[in-house]
């Protein structure tokens, strides 16, 4: 027998499309219909590349052949998956007037120097001739106050627009705004993630930051929930992640890199900082001794294929200019000031080269709680 194309299509219409009310032809699920003698080949297109689904469309096609055109007919049908776009993170954070760049440094571990790395980073950029804020959001141990010797000092209430506004406390060219501002010394802070994201949201848009090339934001160690919180409220432009090569401290810092590279957060990770990275005595600087391994963050940045930024010594001096409160970056002339130059002149580099090559990004609408968990192992 030779079958009739017309047929085919006239037996298909019978088949209904779930939750669309139209049948398969009208929906444009059949692309194609090939007649050869008593043989039909039915091509069709499909949303869902679910197994079950696929299955049942090709038996009501076969049924619907063998009963209302022909039952011998030999029916081939091949389904072509073409699954919709992914949709797009929603916008949720107002971008903030007059702010260019917002970096994140994050840690996974504790007390690898993050703090360190983002007052001297933010010195550096301020010597370099750039406008530079630093967000200190550590909820658990906010230390840019004492690392800006601005530990007595507190935000002004100055009038924006008709609005009230906080000013910064500023120090050595760097605007600050530190979740310490608000809490009494010695006073542990245990805050939930809702209210220190509350804390935050204010310390961002009720605050007079005025024009600013980059916004440091020094989040606190580890993945947890804050961080979340704030890149639903923030549009951050890259994350620098800060590590020292031991490999408790890079196991961590693998999930940091992780966080911020999963589909639903999707920050572009700037790059890998390597702090403590050797030991050097301050009369002897050729002496390096590799006391916490070498080149361990430097390794990790190669494997998961993220910028290296440089490397920071473990230096007394460091350590003693952070504790009184003026940054080591602000020396002339020393190998301390010359890693922090490198590191950041690296970090402006890729974020030059991620402006170019990536729309600004989108803070994040995060709908479940699987960014906690879902920390990619590689
Ligand atoms: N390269 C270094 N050389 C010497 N001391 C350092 C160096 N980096 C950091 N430190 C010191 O180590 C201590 C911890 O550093 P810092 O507070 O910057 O770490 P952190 O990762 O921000 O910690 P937290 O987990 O509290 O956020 C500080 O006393 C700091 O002065």
Redesign the pocket.
Known sequence: MKLNRKDILKALETISVAGDGQNMVESGVVQNVMTFGDEVVVDLVMSTPALHIKKRAEVDVMKAIHEKVYEKAKVKVNIKVNAPEKKKPEIKGKPIPGITNIIAVA?G???????????NMAVTLSKMGFKVGILDA?I??P?APIMFDVEAERPLSVNVDGKSKMKPVENYGVKILSIGFFTKPNQAVVWRGPMAAKALNQMIFDAAWGELDFLLV?L??GTGDIHLSIMQSLPITGAVV?STPQNVALADARKGVAMFQQESINVPVLGIVE??AYFTPEELPENKYYIFGEKGAKNLADDLQVPFLGE?????S??ES??IGRPAALQTATPLEASFEELTKNMVQETVNRNKSLPPTEAIKITTMAGCSAVKKK
Do not use: C
Request: cysteine-free; glycine content about 16%; aromatic content about 4%.
């Open positions: 840690s571990k504790g007390g690898v120097g993050k703090s360190t790395v983002t007052a550590d658990y141990g230390s020094d606190p160690p800060v702090n403590m920071v010594p473990l230096v007394q460091l350590r952070g504790d």
